[in-house]
């Protein structure tokens, strides 16, 4: 039977001692007596998932092993469930343990006890450095570096220097981002699908440049990607619903910067839909999707994704947009044997561990479906009555009053946030700084509701057309002109409210 001497270096650095300097010491156990030497080169402590380990593990069960040297006890396992895993198999197979640096007796009380106090150390050493290895990729995140991995389509990489450090940041391919356009413009459009888009550039014969396959997943990735907008106020307002943790301040969306989405430190959610918890942090590189059209192919992919269950029973265009105002579930369609025919009833209503008792009164898809074309009707006609603003000095007056109301938002949630235990000095500042913004708030309301656009004047008459030909309209183009309109609508005693998309 042999020594076995195990050495393990994770990274070459000047600073770390080498393979060959920890078998140097292990051979000093050994007295001169024969050994096999067991050595695994960039392999982490964190796990046993190393090819000199388990050949030394195999050696013991074989019955070679009679003892078990290394220079530290770090250097064989970082892990208090590896190492009682393996001081298990040692005991079964009578092989002793030593630390040539350290003097550990395994065959005494003592000796295994503080073996176990030691590894617990090394486990929380390991586990304080990936922590600080995480902060410091998060903290370089914010400051816009580029991190790594694989180069958007539409971009290529360039030389930068940010905060006097040198670093890479993405560049437009001109042939590329035309792709990305037209991809983006005809997805904008609620009439094409993925998988038209799809067709068409296989038809037409455009080519992905990098060699791959179109796909409607890959298109589906490319919609959703922030990397491309031109993100202004409205992108910030946008990832301020959805939840989403933003770096930057709302007066940097100026719509020149591009963002970076990165998945956060406390999100455990796997949906690519879900935006809570997840980064937001302005890129220094340009964006070359204009924010309406990112946001109106974002907003459809959201769209679809929430109701692609919800959708497949065509009983009604209205079914995946109207909510319980009671409990804020979706209400689905029942069919009954009266002159009626089809109701929304709350999904919850009625489940084990709910409380909700409905919408409080019978909404018949008929009734609903006729007041929310009425609905449409007069919204539309409503924003037929405004302007569009067509000077490019008067739509960067209306882009700084939204990101000014954002700010007073803030502000103004701030403030409140520092009410309970002030004292009778500071509440009066309080209210009456909430009332000075509050008054500032309403008269930018009033302004931005006076000025607000459409995206186009087409689009507009596209689906008031739509609206003056609704009978002869197929099932999917009334949906489409419902997604495009409406964001929810609301239903509990009696009263609808309607959340619109514009």
Not at 64 to 86: E, G, P, Q, T
Request: aromatic share 10%; proline share 2%; hydrophobic share 35%.
């Amino acid at each position: 039977m042999y020594d076995a001497l195990y050495a393990r270096q994770s990274i070459e650095k000047k600073d770390s001692i080498s393979v060959e300097s920890q078998l140097e010491y292990c051979r000093y156990e050994t007295h001169g007596e024969a050994c096999i030497e067991y050595t695994d080169r960039g392999f982490s402590g964190k796990d046993t998932n190393r090819p000199g380990f388990e050949k030394m593990m195999n050696d013991i069960r074989a019955g070679k092993i009679k003892r078990v040297i290394v220079y530290k006890l770090d250097r064989i396992s970082r892990s208090i469930l590896d190492f009682a895993n393996m001081m298990e198999i040692f005991q079964k197979y009578h092989v002793e343990f030593v630390s040539s640096t350290e003097k550990f007796d395994t065959s005494t009380p003592i000796g295994r006890a503080m073996l176990n106090i030691c590894i617990v150390f090394a486990q929380l050493e390991r586990e304080t450095i990936q922590k600080r290895v995480t902060d410091a990729y998060y903290a370089r995140c914010k400051r816009g570096f580029y991190m790594g991995g694989r180069i958007p389509y539409g971009y290529r990489l360039t030389n930068t220097v940010i905060d006097n450090i040198r670093t890479s940041m993405y560049e437009e391919v001109q042939e590329e981002s035309e792709q990305l356009k037209l991809i983006y413009s005809m997805y904008e459009d609620t009439d094409n699908s993925l998988g038209d888009i799809v067709r068409y550039l296989n038809e037409h014969q455009i080519k992905n440049l990098r060699g791959a396959n179109w796909n409607t997943a890959r298109i589906s990735e490319m919609l959703r990607n922030p990397v491309y907008v031109q993100a202004d106020i409205d992108v910030y307002q946008f990832f301020q619903s959805q939840g989403a943790n933003i770096y930057n301040p709302a007066s940097d969306f100026t719509g020149y910067n591009a963002c970076y989405l990165y998945k956060g430190t406390v999100s455990t959610s796997r949906k690519q839909s879900d935006l809570s918890d997840k980064e937001i942090v302005l890129a220094p590189h340009k964006g070359f999707i204009p924010s309406k059209t990112w946001l109106a192919c974002r907003i459809r992919c959201l769209n679809n994704r929430q109701s692609t269950k919800t959708c497949k029973p065509k009983n009604s265009w209205l079914v995946g947009k109207v909510k319980c105002g009671k409990c804020g579930y979706a209400l689905t369609i029942r069919k009954a044997k009266t002159k009626w025919g089809r109701y929304f009833v709350c999904s919850q209503s009625g489940s084990r561990g709910s409380n909700c008792t409905g919408a409080g009164c019978t909404v018949y898809a008929d009734v609903l479906e006729e007041y929310m074309l009425g609905a449409i009707k007069d919204r539309l006609s409503e924003f037929q009555k405004l302007s569009c603003l067509s000077e490019t000095g008067e739509e960067q007056k209306h882009m700084t009053k939204k990101i000014r109301l954002t700010q007073i938002e803030e502000e103004i949630e701030e403030l409140l946030s520092k009410v309970s235990g002030a004292s009778g000095v500071l509440m009066k500042y309080i209210d009456e700084k909430v009332s000075e913004l509050d008054a500032e708030r309403k008269a930018l309301q009033e302004e931005i509701v006076t000025a607000n656009v459409t995206d186009t004047e087409d689009r507009l008459k596209q689906i008031t057309n739509h609206v003056k030909t609704w009978e002869t309209l197929s099932f999917e183009d009334r949906q489409a002109v419902v997604d495009t309109l409406i964001k929810v609508i609301r239903i509990a005693d009696g009263n609808i409210e309607i959340t619109w998309n514009i």
